[in-house]
């Protein structure tokens, strides 16, 4: 029930609460709620993103090992699939004269086995045809919720914390001399206030989540989401900064200025550069097509943005 009267009074009536972060009384009363509802509210929206794979495993299946009674294993891999006639689309030759085989998915962490009914050619490509009664899942798909769950808020806390001492000096140095408790409790606000968006498109994205296994438009419509409630939370920030400028100079009515506004922008770029290459490092949180075994977390070289407009390019309308 608290955590409901919190989405209230951020939505609704949040002078009282920047007065309390001012002020400095049951601060950590205070941020222990926000921090609750953050994680909370963050944490289902990670669960519907990683959904998706679960959702839509044959469209992360990526290599396979096909064995026969008379021949040596033939590894190949994945070129499309069709889940409607149960059929698999390999560039790999394979004779067409090959009888009772067994398919595997994903040979690093390999999938249940799966009977082959027929090979034949279709346009250019090797078509292998399994069991209509055929089951596609992915071995461990289950786990990807879970993990996004948690991975959701932990991007948003580990980017505050890497951040925090650096904020609190960029606060003092363009001279609004917030003390540290009170600048990471506004930092709790837009976190607050911006899962609390997340919360609510939620469902929105989990209706496109089962109705659609477009991986680039799914990709784009989380970032899309993640801006609009993005901005929300940076709305708070401003306004909690703006109320706690104006109690220092005691004026009644909050406005901008000139170093509300730098501390601001400094804080945004800063939170924004540090957060974009955590979330390189914390991916997937949709899954990765076509990648075998993808690890939870990946320590590679890319940047976030260059991915976005990649994926804008290559959506596709279905045909």
């Excluded at 609750?36 to 929206?45: C, G, N």
Aim: hydrophobic content about 50%.
């Amino acid at each position: 029930m608290k955590l409901f009267q919190m989405i209230d009074e951020l939505l609704r009536d949040r002078s009282a609460l920047y007065r309390t972060a001012r002020e400095g009384k049951d601060l950590r009363q205070l941020c222990m709620r926000l921090l609750m509802l953050f994680l909370i509210s963050s944490a289902i929206y990670g669960a519907v993103m990683g959904a998706f794979r679960c959702i839509h495993p044959d469209y992360f299946f990526s290599d396979f090992e096909l064995t026969t009674k008379d021949t040596p294993a033939i590894k190949g891999t994945i070129a499309g699939m069709t889940t409607e006639n149960k059929a698999v689309y390999t560039s790999l030759d394979i004779s067409s004269k090959i009888t009772e085989a067994t398919i595997r998915f994903n040979t690093t962490n390999p999938s249940d086995a799966y009977q082959v009914i027929g090979i034949s050619k279709e346009k250019g490509y090797t078509k292998i045809e399994l069991a209509p009664d055929a089951q596609l899942k992915e071995a461990g798909g289950w786990m990807l919720p879970f993990l996004v769950a948690l991975k959701i808020p932990l991007l948003f806390l580990l980017t505050l914390l890497v951040c925090a001492f650096a904020l609190y000096i960029i606060n003092l140095a363009i001279g609004m001399k917030l003390h540290f408790l009170p600048s990471m409790t506004l930092m709790l606000f837009a976190l607050a206030g911006t899962s609390i968006i997340l919360l609510v498109f939620a469902p929105i994205s989990m209706l496109f989540t089962v109705v659609t296994d477009n991986y680039h438009f799914m990709k784009i419509m989380h970032t899309i989401i993640f801006i609009i409630s993005g901005l929300f939370g940076v709305k708070i920030l401003a306004e909690g900064l703006m109320s706690m400028q104006a109690m220092d100079d005691g004026e009644e009515k909050p406005k901008a200025n000139n170093q509300t506004k730098n501390v601001l922008v400094a804080w945004l770029i800063l939170y924004c550069l540090v957060g974009a290459q955590l979330a390189w490092t914390l991916k997937p949180f949709l899954g990765t097509p076509y990648l075998p075994a993808t690890p939870p977390f990946r320590m590679e070289k890319g940047n976030i943005f260059v991915s976005t407009i990649e994926s804008m390019r290559d959506i596709k309308p279905a045909e």
